[in-house]
């Protein structure tokens, strides 16, 4: 059972939006983060805290509930309209906290099972689209002892969210205990004035200020990184796992000490050493890191939740062997050139030096470092206190972070890294090789950098080829389309502002961002019924590679003899573990799939839906199909575990793909199937049975389409497309949108075959153990009992899954199947 239970909130269509804002430009980028990998956890901000004294649930619940009803940021969802995405707040959530108790659990298992409970619910991923991104679970760990597990998207929160979180609860709930109105700071703002003013602020002077200051900084400056220790995939990661290491109360007293005798910040002392480490370490005569501002120059916006942080980019030139002395001053000038000039939103400082855009990469920043306080301070709250504790990662934006958090009981040195570019022991060495540098400015500032030696086995050289390899231009390929490009260009000059788009010219370089991209692509899909990825973008970002990768896909050859094989393979996601998922058709559905389930998991779609490779396969049996499909999965026996996954019909055929798998000698692990029932089972009932079970099929489907359409989860078109009749009176009226679009064509034609080879499907009857069963509501809870139905094809004891929602809504309930079945792989 999962331990993510909490759900904000409710069917939006009961709320009532109180206002509609854009969105500031952090979340923006959030936004456009979500929309590469929808659910993202590395957007998600964990955080947790001990709780000790006398408390109760109900009232840190309440306290809960009364800051989300004072933020409005916390009652806040996303939409999009024409490619742009807005924020919108609403009167009310439905917030609950959920409350596991541990307190029977034995003392050596808890905090294992504390941790892996913080692993789950840090990584939950969120859907921007409903309101109230912030969940929370109370773990009872003893009756005056709990943890408090919070997580929230970073479109809406930040680490000074924290502190004010901290506070108002705290505040609030040692408020009811007493029985006594709370005493908290009135919020003259709420998050949505904030969003106007940058918009404003935006159009202003002001900013051009901030353009020119950045431009002189950053133009033509390298792409920084450490080289990993394994090759990067072709799109970026986000699994990682971070290495601390806690230092006594002398190392914070000495750094203090050294801060103030070198007349800087602890922030510009850790910025030169790290930056010091980091040349040694590469041996780059630039080195550049991201670091992260509180964004909060207003008094105003000091006490509100929000996401007001900041990326700012640090540039530091190494052109000869200085002491670290003198590395510290000249730090210093760096940071405090970046600090005023800290109101340049990171995504508008990445459409100004407009880098070549790679997929596995962030734009400037591959490393970050940040040096903060703790930001929940250590306090008592009537009869209680809450602690800060470290939290776990949700899931890594950069390939490498260096932290520094300070506490009570002294500062912690921690490194969040990508898991699938380094190895552990790698973070260990720079984790001593960080000390060590600040053993050396704290000894004997005086000394050179060169100082610090980094051993040969050790020292990871920088990628003398970054830049190049960035910078590598496509190959151009001529298409025959010429049309389709000439049209696609008018696409490109109309959002882009452009008089004239060459062939050879780049969207980027023509001044294309993350944003304008988005609105590209879905005029794209509009005009050409085509559905490129941002992905395909950024690897063919000129007029012509694009145009060819959308327009000139190459078409399956029909071999001189035979039927050409009719399923096509599709790669969603490659995994970094041994395990692999194989889907069968409803590809858009399996893709959302592959972004829930863990990077380790490799997963692959085949389907039929190309027209050309159906023709003479309508007397084909459904063992014949799968043969087809067993051929075209190309499947290594000795490779790792896989499962199959179908839905419907297509369940029928992962059930008969397995037994060929096996056959072949294939470690299937599992099939999963949904919504399937097995072949000739409704065509052996009693007419009168059959008859019953058909009305209330009907009666079923027509309340749930309908309670989507007067939701606004679904718009009347569509509804409409779902019933033969008032289909029929579409087509009959000639209204356009009323027919089936080419997808919906392919996806019923598919069926239809699938359909008429099943019913002479007779399943091998050997109990399989392994098969796993999903029931949507589109199904009768008898399905359950019956086992849908599959008789001695599968055993008795077979596990039967309850979705919640519809044949669509099984993406979350599959994805945890499929993990726990490949063992959290």
């Avoid at 306290?63 to 933020?71: D, G, L, P, S």
């Avoid at 099972?113 to 969940?135: C, H, N, V, W, Y």
């Avoid at 040969?456 to 920088?462: D, G, L, T």
């Avoid at 399905?783 to 599968?794: E, I, S």
Wanted: aromatic letters at 8%.
């Amino acid at each position: 059972m999962s331990t993510v239970e909490n759900s904000p909130v409710g069917h939006v269509a009961d709320l009532e939006i109180i206002g509609e804002f854009p969105c500031t430009q952090t979340q923006l980028r959030c936004w456009i983060l979500d929309q590469l990998l929808p659910g993202n956890p590395a957007l998600n901000v964990a955080v947790r805290w001990e709780i000790r004294g006398a408390f109760k649930a109900a009232t840190i619940e309440q306290a809960f509930r009364k800051v989300i009803q004072r933020h409005e940021i916390l009652r806040t969802r996303f939409i999009e309209r024409e490619g742009r995405p807005y924020q919108q707040a609403v009167d009310r959530i439905d917030f609950k906290m959920s409350v596991i108790d541990l307190r029977s659990m034995a003392a050596d298992q808890r905090q294992a099972r504390i941790m892996s409970i913080g692993e789950e619910t840090a990584q939950a991923p969120f859907d921007l689209s409903k309101p109230g991104l912030f969940r929370v679970s109370l773990l009872m760990a003893e009756n005056d002892r709990g943890v408090l597990l919070i997580t929230a998207h970073q479109s809406c929160f930040d680490g000074w969210s924290i502190r004010v979180l901290g506070r108002e609860v705290g505040e609030i709930a040692a408020a009811i205990d007493a029985g006594r109105q709370p005493v908290l700071p009135e919020l003259p703002l709420q998050y949505g004035d904030y969003a106007l003013w940058q918009q404003e602020y935006l159009q202003s002077y002001g900013f051009e200020t901030e353009k020119t200051f950045w431009k002189e900084k950053l133009t033509g400056a390298p792409y920084f990184e450490v080289t990993p220790d394994h090759p990067r995939g072709r799109v970026k990661t986000n699994h990682g796992n971070i290495l601390s290491i806690a230092q006594p109360l002398a190392f914070s007293e000495r750094m203090d000490a050294a801060a103030r005798a070198h007349r800087v910040s602890q922030y510009s002392y850790g910025a030169a050493i790290i930056s010091a480490m980091l040349h040694r370490l590469t041996n780059a005569q630039t080195v550049m890191f991201g670091s992260q501002v509180a964004g909060r120059e207003h008094s105003d916006l000091e006490d509100l939740i929000g996401v007001f942080i900041n990326n700012l980019v640090l540039r530091f030139n190494f052109s000869s062997d200085i002491s670290f002395a003198q590395h510290i001053h000249s730090v210093s000038e760096t940071v405090e050139g970046a600090l005023n000039h800290q109101r340049m939103p990171f995504n508008k400082l990445v459409e100004l030096i407009n880098p070549v855009r790679d997929p596995s990469r962030n734009p400037l920043i591959s490393v970050n470092f940040n040096l903060q306080k703790a930001f929940l301070e250590d306090h008592r709250y009537g009869g209680f206190e809450l602690i800060s504790s470290p939290s776990q990662s949700p899931g890594v934006i950069y390939d490498l972070s260096f932290i520094m958090i300070g506490r009570p009981t002294g500062w912690r040195m921690s490194i969040e890294y990508n898991a699938d570019l380094f190895d552990a022991r790698t973070i260990e060495s720079l984790l001593q090789l960080w000390q060590k540098a600040y053993e050396i400015a704290l000894d004997h500032p005086e000394a050179l950098l060169s100082s610090l030696t980094v051993p040969e086995r050790q020292a990871i050289a920088a990628a003398k080829d970054a830049a190049a390899e960035l910078s590598a231009s496509h190959a151009l390929t001529d298409t025959p389309v010429a049309k389709k490009t000439a049209a696609l260009a008018a696409l490109w000059q109309d959002i882009l502002q452009v008089p004239q788009v060459r062939p050879q010219d780049d969207f980027f370089a023509l001044g294309g961002h993350s944003l304008l991209a988005l609105r590209l692509l879905s005029a794209v899909r509009d005009k050409f019924n085509v559905k490129p990825t941002l992905e395909l973008l950024f690897k063919e970002p000129t007029l012509e590679g694009f145009a060819a990768a959308i327009f000139d896909a190459p078409k399956t050859q029909e071999p001189a003899t035979g039927i050409v094989n009719p399923w096509e393979l599709l790669t969603c996601k490659h995994g970094t573990g041994p395990a692999s998922l194989y889907t069968l058709n409803h590809p858009l559905l399996f893709y959302r799939l592959a972004n829930a389930l863990p990077d380790t998991i490799s997963v692959h779609n085949i389907n039929m839906f190309n027209p050309d490779l159906r023709k003479g396969l309508a007397d084909l049996r459904l063992e014949d199909i799968a043969r087809y499909a067993v051929d075209a999965m190309q499947i290594d026996v000795n490779a790792g575990p896989i499962a199959l996954a179908g839905l419907c019909v297509n369940g029928t055929l992962a059930m008969e793909v397995t037994r060929q798998l096996r056959e072949k000698g294939a470690d299937v692990s599992f099939t999963a199937i949904i919504d399937t029932w097995a072949p000739g089972y409704f065509a052996s009932l009693p007419k009168k049975e059959q008859k019953r079970w058909n009305r209330e099929r009907r009666v079923k489907r027509l309340a749930y389409f309908t309670k989507k359409v007067l939701s606004g989860r679904m718009p009347l078109i569509v509804y409409l497309k779902e019933f033969n009749f008032s289909l029929a009176l579409l087509k009959m009226f000639g209204v356009k949108a009323g027919q089936y679009s080419p997808d919906e064509e392919a996806n019923a034609a598919v069926t239809d075959l699938l359909v008429a080879a099943a019913r002479s499907y007779k399943p091998v009857q050997n109990k399989d153990p392994s098969v796993i069963l999903l029931r949507s509501q589109a199904n009768h809870p008898r399905a359950r009992k019956l086992l849908f139905g599959w008789g001695d094809a599968v055993a008795a004891d077979t596990t039967v899954v309850d979705i919640k929602g519809w044949h669509e809504d099984s993406v979350a309930e599959l994805a945890s199947v499929v993990s726990k079945k490949f063992g959290g792989a």
